[in-house]
């Protein structure tokens, strides 16, 4: 069986200028780039993010626009402000000309103009971008919220705030897109909690705080389906496709998660379910506290670092030392491959860029490692496969393995 190490110097550089650039990069990850920029050899590859970053902006949104243009001048502003000694700053010297760095000076040359024009002329530049032939974009924040009553709300439209009141609970959308369940507002205990669904589609994924503070991020093509307030000896919830749970914790009520293959029993703890119908391994992977997993005449307590695998031919097993970081990638917004089959990993490919895969002969018997941003269009990550001698492309709305 062939295997492919793929080195990530470059795929690196691509995760940290992406962190840096949306304000999500730790300390570490601010000085790793910045030691990067101060070496001066990877500029050509810096402008290339820089200039895929405004091509990579969503459909029809303007390019140029001014408040997008004024932010990013503040963001840089911002950034450089936080880290006083960094390399940017000590070039900066109040002139955006004699930084050294040519992706950086692109990036604010471009800020730059547009804040001059903001404030000599209500001019505004508008640049529309076109969807990209023979690609598919990354997914984004998209869900529907089912009522009690069927009514359906479209998540990614609702305006901030109140989007519903179901007896005694206000369902809130927070100004950062996350649904929130608040029962303090109108809990009075006389009205019967309702059922409520959260569903991702395709290309979506989406989190929410649930009645008892609980917060569960979902993965595309995946629900959560729950009461507006938990009463009784259970917090009962049950889910398809991938949640991250953060739990949390009450001992005199469990928190117990319902899958198509088996129960989850917690009390308060942070792990992540994988129980897609289309996979053949469901996977519950614990990072914090215990839970117990109970399928069939198969049972298992995990500890932090486990990962109970209940398979569809009956093999059933507990895991030891997984990789966590690979297990919740896609909730940090990253594709991290271990010894991945190809299968596998364009299994999540369909789900992420809303697109099917077609296999014109036998399924590649490769593996594949490596780690990219799942902000990228799905072309990017089709040319990462490309190394393994996979012969793929993307024609429509098809994946096509050749």
């Known amino acids: 069986m062939k295997k492919l190490l793929m080195s990530t110097s470059r795929l690196r550089l691509q995760y940290l200028f992406e962190r840096y650039y949306n304000k999500t990069a730790t300390p570490q990850e601010r000085a790793e780039l910045f030691a990067v920029i101060e070496a001066g050899e990877r500029d050509d590859e810096l402008s290339a993010l820089i200039k895929r970053s405004w091509d990579d902006l969503d459909t029809n949104e303007d390019i140029f626009g001014n408040v997008k243009a004024e932010r990013m001048l503040q963001n840089i502003l911002r950034a450089e402000k936080e880290v006083p000694t960094s390399p940017i700053r000590k070039k900066f010297r109040g002139w955006f000309p004699i930084l050294s760095a040519a992706a950086i000076l692109l990036i604010t040359g471009i800020a730059l103009y547009q804040h001059k024009k903001i404030n000599t002329t209500p001019a505004v530049i508008a640049v529309k971008k076109q969807k990209p032939a023979n690609d598919a974009l990354p997914g984004g924040n998209k869900a529907t919220l089912t009522l009690a009553n069927g009514k359906t709300i479209v998540l990614d439209d609702a305006a901030d705030g109140t989007i519903a009141e179901q007896g005694n609970t206000l369902i809130k959308k927070a100004a950062d897109g996350h649904i929130i369940y608040n029962t303090a507002a109108l809990d009075n205990g006389n009205t019967a909690p309702v059922i409520n669904t959260i569903t991702t589609p395709r290309g979506g994924q989406y989190q929410v705080a649930l009645p008892d503070g609980t917060q569960a991020w979902l993965n595309s093509a995946s629900s959560i389906t729950f009461p507006t307030r938990f009463t009784g000896k259970n917090r009962q919830i049950s889910i398809t496709g991938e949640v991250y749970f953060e739990v949390t914790k009450n001992k005199n009520m469990p928190f117990r998660v319902n899958t198509h ?45 486990q990962q109970a695998q209940i398979n569809n031919n009956g093999k059933n097993k507990v895991l030891n030392d997984v990789d966590l970081d690979d297990e919740i990638a896609w909730k940090n917004g990253i594709f991290q491959f271990k010894d991945a089959k190809i299968d ?53 709305n098809n994946i096509i393995v050749n």
């Open 261 to 305: 293959r088996a129960e989850i029993e917690v009390l308060g703890t942070h792990f992540n379910v994988m129980a897609y119908d289309d996979e053949q391994v469901m996977k519950t992977t614990l990072l914090e506290g215990a839970v117990k997993i109970n399928s069939g005449t198969f049972s298992a307590k995990l500890i932090p670092g």
């Open 344 to 396: 596998v990993i364009l299994r999540q490919a369909a789900r992420w860029y809303d697109v099917d895969v077609k296999y014109l002969h036998q399924i590649p018997d490769k593996e594949f490692n490596g780690r990219l941003s799942r902000n990228v269009k799905a072309s990017e990550l089709l040319n990462m496969l490309k190394y393994t001698g996979v012969d793929i492309s993307i024609k429509g």
